[in-house]
């Protein structure tokens, strides 16, 4: 499945795409349901996950993104 959006993490707004499974993957993040992510600040890539780390998230807002996709769709 699929999902695209956006949320405000303090004063940013960052975009979203998560591609997810139905149940846990081993290529998922931390073994669970998320296979692809990133995240965006405007044209800046904040994180990326493609069945690995591409490009791990560094920033508050990125992390704080993450925990909020992690906990809704992993």
């Known amino acids: 499945m699929h999902s ?15 591609k997810y499974y139905d149940g846990s993957s081993v290529y998922g993040i931390d073994e669970g349901r998320i296979s692809k992510l990133t995240l965006k600040q405007g044209s800046k ?14 920033t508050y807002e990125a992390k704080a993104a993450l925990a909020i996709l992690m906990k809704e769709y992993n």
């Open 45 to 58: 890539f904040l994180a990326n996950y493609d069945r690995g780390w591409d490009m791990k998230p560094e």
């Open 4 to 18: 695209e959006g956006a949320m405000k993490i303090g004063s940013c707004i960052i975009h979203y795409s998560v």
